[in-house]
Each structure stands twice: as C-alpha cells, then as structure tokens.
Nanobody, 122 residues
Framework: QVQVVESGGGLVQAGGSLRLSCAAS???????????MGWYRQAPGKQRELVAE???????NYANIVKGRFTVGRGSADNTAYLQMNNLNTEDTGVYYC?????????????WGQGTQVTVSS
C-alpha cells in the first residue's frame, strides 16, 4: 500500500507564489520503484489536467500554460516531489493532485493523493 499526501495549498493573491509538496509513504515502497511523480489540477467545472511531472530520469514535462511559471522537481527527501508555482493568476485556481506512478516487475501502479486546494484571488 502507498499513501500520497499533498500539502502547501492555500489562498494567494494574483502574482504571488506557492510551493506544493507531495510525499509518498507506505510499506509497498520497499518493493516498488517510483517512475514518475506528477501534478494535476482540476478547476471548478473543468476536467482534471496534467500540470507538470518529473520522471526518475530527471526529465520533466509541463503543460504549455504553466511553462516559465511553474517548476517541478524531486524533493530533498526520498519519495517526495514539489511544484513551485510563481506568478499565479486566477486561472490557476483549483484542486492540485499528486500522482505517483510506480512499478514492480511487470506491473505498474498509479497512486493519487486527495488533493490540496489552491485559490488565487484578484
């Protein structure tokens, strides 16, 4: 079993910054390898969308709308990741979720956190 927990959300004014953190834990982490840690968000009335992700290779992917403003990376602690969000605007409002993709032999697993709310006010 793997648990994924996000933190760092909150209320911020447009132009401000937030840093989100994701931490994965659980006994299964001793048996599996984390391939990717990604950030998704879901704005009110919209579909969940990929924001950014970091792979075990160090490669990163970003949604075009956040390029140049957001930075994703692995945290200093094992099984953690962060999302640094700068120059936030109201369109960034939503629930941000961390997804952990892990593998064990021929199996691949996805684990989702419960989300953290980000609200950007004008």
């Amino acid at each position: 079993q793997v648990q994924v927990v996000e933190s760092g959300g909150g209320l911020v004014q447009a132009g401000g910054s937030l840093r989100l953190s994701c931490a994965a834990s659980g006994g299964f982490l001793s048996l599996i390898s984390i391939e990717t840690m990604g950030w998704y968000r879901q704005a009110p009335g919209k579909q969940r969308e990929l924001v950014a992700e970091v792979h075990s290779s160090g490669d990163t992917n970003y949604a075009n709308i956040v390029k140049g403003r957001f930075t994703v990376g692995r945290g200093s602690a094992d099984n953690t990741a962060y999302l640094q969000m700068n120059n936030l605007n109201t369109e960034d409002t939503g629930v941000y979720y961390c997804k952990v993709v892990a593998s064990h032999i021929d199996y691949e697993y996805d684990y989702w956190g419960q989300g953290t709310q980000v609200t950007v006010s004008s």
